[in-house]
């Protein structure tokens, strides 16, 4: 990743100037894209690297949004978005290599006060899709929920005394499953 930060001034130097006949053969890099239409929340393409074989989407979710601190109507709301941000992804990309993250707000009272924290849950394994198996998505999505619910009970079970106040962000990084990076032409 740290080749698509490097600035067109650095490769420039190291080089020679890009003619503009390369910079018309170029691809142009992919927008941000929404996703599905809500009038709360969408995913948002946060990071696009590689002509698009690396990346991440992110779905922010304001304050207001009605099942933000009750975590299984928040996963019941936001399935479909899921499972039709991969299916979009497969089609554009073919196979696929996800991994599932979501950003969650704690509180506790302590010493008369009420503290605040923030915890990223990750999905412990990729999950492969390709068009041979986009019923698995489903179940993909329904695994890392069970995830990070035990994830939750298991901290809230030690006695740790903090609370689930609600669903900040939601994450998907994608990338092209590496056959068809290396599959000859």
């Not at 946060?46 to 933000?68: A, C, H, M, Q, T």
């Not at 497969?90 to 290599?97: C, D, F, N, P, Q």
């Not at 900040?168 to 990076?181: F, T």
Request: hydrophobic share 35%; with cysteine.
């Amino acid at each position: 990743m740290a080749a698509s930060r490097i600035s067109t001034d650095a490769l420039e130097m190291f080089y020679g100037p890009i003619s503009q006949e390369e910079n018309r053969r170029q691809k142009r890099p992919i927008e941000p894209a929404r996703i599905v239409r809500d009038r709360y929340i969408d995913f948002n393409l946060e990071r696009n690297n590689f002509n698009g074989f690396l990346r991440s989407w992110k779905l922010n979710v304001p304050e207001d949004y009605p099942s933000r601190g009750d975590f299984f109507q928040f996963s019941r709301n936001t399935k479909t978005r899921f499972t039709n941000l991969i299916e979009n992804e497969m089609a554009s990309l073919g196979s696929i290599k996800t991994k599932f993250g979501l950003l969650a707000k704690f509180t506790i009272f302590r010493n008369e006060q009420i503290q605040y924290m923030e915890h990223c849950f990750a999905q412990r394994d990729n999950e492969i899709f390709n068009r041979n198996n986009e019923e698995s998505i489903n179940t993909a999505f329904n695994r890392f929920i069970d995830e990070i619910k035990g994830e939750i009970e298991a901290w809230s079970q030690r006695g740790s005394g903090w609370v689930l106040e609600g669903i900040l962000a939601v994450y998907v990084n994608v990338a092209v499953s590496w056959r068809k990076l290396y599959a000859p032409a």
